[in-house]
């Protein structure tokens, strides 16, 4: 028996390692329930040798796209036909998008991060200060100074990664930054006017410290962290005990599942109902 095309589903994947569990199929499907859309979300369990074949495997049944996430990020981009313009900056791909025969791989983390900044600031000629300079801080500080910030502030406790990044930024993009190697705790400059945690301090720990000096903190500062689990990190604590204006890491991550729908599908997604769904699947 044979289906025809047009009851078949459109399928988009997530290949990952260590992907029991991936809370975000349960955001994507919810949206693609929300509006109708006949599709579904895969995730795939792929180790680092198979990932050849797991594209190629995609590649010729009928994808019209994937996400990818650690440690697929960077070595899939071989196997790809071309990537977007901040994918490329940053050096890792985390959604491929179909465009007719072609396969184009994308970075939807920074420009995730970005949509959740713009609701509540634009942050054209403001001055950031980021910690860190992994792959969650390099998709960041790209996307900022493609959108126009006006200086980055980088602080980053091993200096190589971070005068990695401060090339890529300087060199690279011809934007303004510098960079602190993080060895104390850092003292906010008065200038400041967002401040992100870019780290992977607070995933799965209520009470880690990243380390700054919170008598700097001060209440027109808007801060926000990459940390989804928990939502309420530590960092954003001491924010908006501050009475800083704080943006959470699920908001960058429904924001980056946004993002992918409508490369995948062309529609811009219920924010509200994705957000649900995620919140529901990660059970906070
Ligand atoms: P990486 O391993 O690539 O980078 C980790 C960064 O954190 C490095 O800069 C590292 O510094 C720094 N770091 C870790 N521990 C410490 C510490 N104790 N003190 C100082 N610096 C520290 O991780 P990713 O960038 O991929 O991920 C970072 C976080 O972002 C994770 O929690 C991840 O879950 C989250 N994330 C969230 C997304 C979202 O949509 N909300 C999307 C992608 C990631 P050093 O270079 O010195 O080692």
């Known amino acids: ?85 901040s994918a490329a900056a940053i050096g890792a791909v985390n959604c491929v998008v179909r465009r007719g025969e072609r396969w184009i791989g994308e970075n939807t983390d920074g420009k995730g991060f970005l949509r959740s900044l713009t609701e509540i600031v634009d942050p054209r000629g ?24 006006g200086k980055l502030i980088l602080v980053n406790r091993t200096p190589e990664r971070g005068n990695q990044l401060l090339n890529t930024i300087v060199v690279g993009l011809q934007g303004n930054a510098e960079l602190f190697t993080w060895n104390e705790d850092f003292k906010l400059p008065p200038d400041a006017d967002i401040v992100i945690n870019g780290t992977s301090i607070g995933l799965y720990d209520l009470d880690a410290r990243v380390q700054i000096d919170t008598a700097t903190i001060q209440s027109h500062q808007i801060f926000a962290d990459v940390v989804f689990n928990p939502p309420l990190t530590r960092f954003l604590r001491d924010a908006g005990a501050s009475s800083c204006k ?26 509200s109902i994705m957000r649900q769904a995620l919140s529901k699947a990660m059970g906070c």
């Open 1 to 85: 028996m044979s289906l025809s095309r047009s009851f078949c589903p459109t399928l988009v994947g997530c290949l990952s390692q260590g992907a029991a569990g991936n809370p975000t199929g349960a955001m994507v499907e919810a949206a693609f329930t929300h509006h109708g859309i006949n599709a579904r979300y895969i995730n795939m369990e792929v180790s680092p040798e198979n990932l050849a074949d797991a594209v190629k495997g995609i590649r010729a049944s009928g994808y019209q796209g994937f996400n990818l996430s650690m440690p697929h990020k960077v070595t899939v981009i071989p196997f790809l036909d071309g990537l977007g313009e």
């Open 126 to 149: 403001k001055t950031v200060v980021l910690f860190g300079a992994g792959g969650a801080a390099r998709s960041i500080a790209v996307e900022l100074t493609l959108a126009g910030v």
């Open 246 to 271: 704080t943006i959470d890491g699920l908001s960058m991550l429904v924001n980056q599942g946004v993002l992918g729908i409508h490369f995948w599908t062309g529609i811009w997604p219920d924010v």
